[in-house]
């Protein structure tokens, strides 16, 4: 019964506020283990006393103001609250909803976000997709195989819309391959660096090639990141770029956000940015079709690459 948190982490101003929440807590969880006791032995003669019970407890005033607005809200959920007593097999809390979600919101934690609407139609639609399968027991990779082979050994799901799926299922197959083929792409340390070409916040185009025979740095910045946060707030990368500045090596940040993403911004924006935390590279190049990240294998932020002699030197 998780309705009980929006109670429980109201701040109360006084000792009768306080009373008032801890008082009206305690009548929430005995109401509630009421309902799971009717939940697995159900009394209709004991329906209107339950109601009853919700009928004062959720229209009740207390002196505490805001925990009176709480419960006028929640009041408003009554049918859903006492669906139980209709349904005994409804459930009573939220567990499984919140259980089916999880795994959603980690791989959208980890992720980052997607870099177009067609991507996160696709993630959003496959890990619905993924959570389905798991629950009925079918494999996930089994699943897009048979729907794409129009095999038809896996029974549609419920209200399973095949046609509408099969231009996310071939894109999910696409972009598989490309990744597994491009899985180990990234240059490792004394292989040739790929050649890339990037413009700045002032419209300047830089090649690798301009820096033929210097020592290159490439590093990716994100300022929503809570560890480039870090770093710049405790100016480590600042004064590694000045000293690198000093000894005549070439350092690009780089932005590799779309538009309409986490941490996009605008050159004007990407200017602001390092002069607000006193940042001191020799550009920063704008790479929203994600090209240089790519080319560098750079997933992450903070994030470098370091070029020497064309190679590269250290990741």
């Known amino acids: 019964m998780h309705a009980e948190r929006l109670i429980h982490q109201l701040i109360p101003l006084n000792e009768s506020h306080r009373q008032d929440q801890e008082r009206v807590r305690d009548e929430l969880w005995t109401l509630y283990a009421d309902l799971k006791a009717y939940q697995r032995d159900p009394d209709p003669a004991a329906m209107d006393a339950l109601r009853a019970r919700f009928e004062a407890l959720f229209t009740q005033k207390t002196s505490f103001a805001t925990l009176n607005n709480t419960l006028k809200r929640l009041y408003t959920h009554q049918s859903e609250w006492l669906l139980v007593l209709l349904r005994p097999d409804a459930p009573l809390h939220t567990n499984g909803s919140e259980n089916d979600i999880r795994g959603f919101v980690k791989w959208r934690k980890v992720s980052g976000g997607t870099r177009s609407d067609l991507g996160r139609r696709c993630r959003d639609t496959f890990a619905s997709l993924k959570k389905t399968c798991r629950k009925l027991g079918i494999s996930f990779w089994d699943y897009p195989n048979d729907r794409i082979g129009q095999v038809g050994a896996i029974p549609p799901f419920a209200r399973d819309r095949s046609s509408m799926l099969q231009p996310f299922l071939r894109f999910f197959l696409i972009a598989f391959v490309l990744y597994a083929g491009s899985a180990g792409a990234a240059p490792r340390v004394g292989e040739p660096a790929p050649d890339f070409t990037g413009v700045d916040t002032q419209g300047k185009t830089h090649r690798l090639a301009d820096y033929r025979g210097k020592t290159v740095v490439l590093e990716w910045t994100n300022h929503d990141c809570p560890y480039v946060r870090k770093h710049y707030g405790a100016g480590n990368l600042q ?72 190679a590269v030197r250290h990741s």
């Open 239 to 310: 004064e590694q770029q000045r000293e690198a500045a000093a000894q005549g090596v070439i350092w690009l940040s780089v932005i590799s956000s779309a538009p309409g993403q986490q941490s996009h911004v605008s050159p004007a924006e990407a200017d602001e940015l390092t002069r607000s935390r006193q940042a001191a590279p020799h550009a920063v190049l704008l790479d929203p079709e994600g090209g240089i990240g790519g080319a560098y294998g750079a997933k992450t932020t903070p994030a470098r690459r370091s070029i020497r002699r064309s």
